[in-house]
Structures are given as structure tokens and as C-alpha cells.
């Protein structure tokens, strides 16, 4: 162990039926969360309501705060090889501001995913974020780079963004293109119902670390 995002790669030995449980109690919370967020946007109420909401808000985060963790939640993992990500910043579980619930890993290599962005996300008045969708393009992208069994960190990720991105639903999807020794070229994009929004190339590079690690890394498609 070598690189500290392997130090943060554990098998916390839960059983599968202690996933589920965990799965059931704190999924339900991120997806709370994510309505408060767009709440906190579009709520209309006066005063004294937000300060009533306020106090509830306050009377759980107290409840919350009696056993926490403090730091990432890096990949945990158990002996019957399920994968948690549930901190990741697009896709995790856990996370209330991540904007994908699912990613889907074809036997041809294509990954791809179907999600909404909601007005939490906007940037120019009534569309994406560009920093949004570049967030959603790595992860689709390295995804594709790691379910094809080349997993690695973004050395460059170069998005083009051809029209503008509506919130709303959207489509993400990316392959490999190729490989050249420790460097995997991924290609992917976006798109909404009318066609492509953005394109993206990503170079995934294995670091010596990763290699050495290879056969414990996550590249299973049990990741949840
Ligand atoms: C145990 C847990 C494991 C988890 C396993 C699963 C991971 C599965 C991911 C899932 C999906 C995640 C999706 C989100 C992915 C991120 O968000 S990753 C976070 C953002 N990226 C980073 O933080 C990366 C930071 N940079 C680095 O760590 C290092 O610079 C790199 C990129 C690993 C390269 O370091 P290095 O291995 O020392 O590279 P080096 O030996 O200098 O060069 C090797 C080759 O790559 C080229 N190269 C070097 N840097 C670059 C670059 N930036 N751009 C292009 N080419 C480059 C060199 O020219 C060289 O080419 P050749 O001469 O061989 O043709």
C-alpha cells in the first residue's frame, strides 16, 4: 500500500445484508437531501415559515450529528466483491448532490447513463452548468476506461461544447477508442432529446501504483 487512495480502498467486511440495510437507511436520506436542495432554491414561503423550517432543519442535523464519520468515504468493499462509492461526486449513493443514480456497463464496452439535471445546476439562465456536464463526461468517460479493464486517473479531459446544454433529461454514454500502453482515449458525449450537447476525449493513465494493484482494483460490475 503505497498511495493513499489505495489507503481509502478497504474491505470493511460487511455482509451483503448489512449493505442492503445500509443502502435502505441512508439512501432515502441523500435523496431528502436533494429535494431540500432544490427547496432552498424554489421555495416561496414567507419568514416565518423558513424560520419554522429552519428549526426542523436544525432539530435533525442535530439527531445526524450524534455518530458521524469526518472524512471521505474513499471504496469500501465486502468478500462478495460489492463495491461502494457512495461518496463519488457524480454517482454516489450517499451523496445528495450527485446527479446519477445509475451507470450502465454493456457487454461492447459502451457505458452510458439516462439523468435529469434539475435547476440546481444551471448556469447560463435556464441551462448546464459547462462545469457540470465536464463533471458528469469524467466519470462517464473513465467509467468506460475502467469497465473495459483499463482503469485510470484523468491525465486530460478536452470537452467541446458544440450547443447549449438544457437542464432536464439528459443522455451520457462513452467507449474506449484505444490503448496505448499505461494511456486509455476514451471518447463520450451528451446529449439531449434534439442530439449531441457536448463531446468530450479523455486520456485515462495508470499510474505504477495502480498497476502494481491491479487485481484489487474496482473494475467489477458489482459497484453500487
Ligand atoms: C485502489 C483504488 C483504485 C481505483 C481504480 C479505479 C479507478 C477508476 C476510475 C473510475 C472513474 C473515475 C472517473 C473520475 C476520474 C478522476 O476524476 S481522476 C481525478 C483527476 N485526475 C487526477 O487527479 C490525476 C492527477 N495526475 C496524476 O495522478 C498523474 O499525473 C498521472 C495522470 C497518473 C500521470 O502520472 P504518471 O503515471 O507519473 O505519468 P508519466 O509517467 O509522467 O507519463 C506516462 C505517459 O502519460 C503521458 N501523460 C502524463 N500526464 C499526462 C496528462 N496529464 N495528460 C496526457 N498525457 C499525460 C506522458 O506523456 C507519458 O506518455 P508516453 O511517454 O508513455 O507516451
Known sequence: MTDSILDLHINDGLTDEEIDHEKN????????????????????????????????????????????????????????????????AVMGLRNAIAPIGEIHEEPDGRVWADFRLNPAYEGPAGHTHGGVTALVLDQILGDAAR???????????????????????????????????????????????????????????APQWMIEHRENLDTSPRRE
Open 147 to 205: 469497465a473495459g479493464g483499463h482503469p485510470g486517473m484523468t491525465g486530460t479531459l478536452t470537452v467541446r461544447y458544440r450547443r447549449r446544454t438544457p437542464l432536464g433529461a439528459l443522455h451520457a454514454e462513452a467507449r474506449i477508442d484505444r490503448v496505448e500502453g499505461r494511456k486509455t482515449f476514451v471518447k463520450g458525449h451528451i446529449a439531449d432529446a434534439e442530439g449531441v450537447c457536448v463531446e468530450a476525449e479523455g486520456i485515462f493513465i
Open 25 to 88: 437507511t441512508y439512501g432515502p436520506l441523500a435523496e431528502d437531501v436533494r429535494e431540500l436542495i432544490l427547496l432552498a432554491l424554489q421555495t416561496r414561503v414567507d419568514a416565518d415559515d423558513v424560520a419554522r423550517a429552519r428549526e426542523h432543519l436544525a432539530a435533525a442535523r442535530e439527531i445526524l450529528e450524534r455518530d458521524r464519520e469526518t472524512g471521505p468515504y474513499g471504496t469500501r468493499y465486502n468478500d462478495s466483491g460489492r463495491y461502494r462509492t457512495w461518496g463519488n
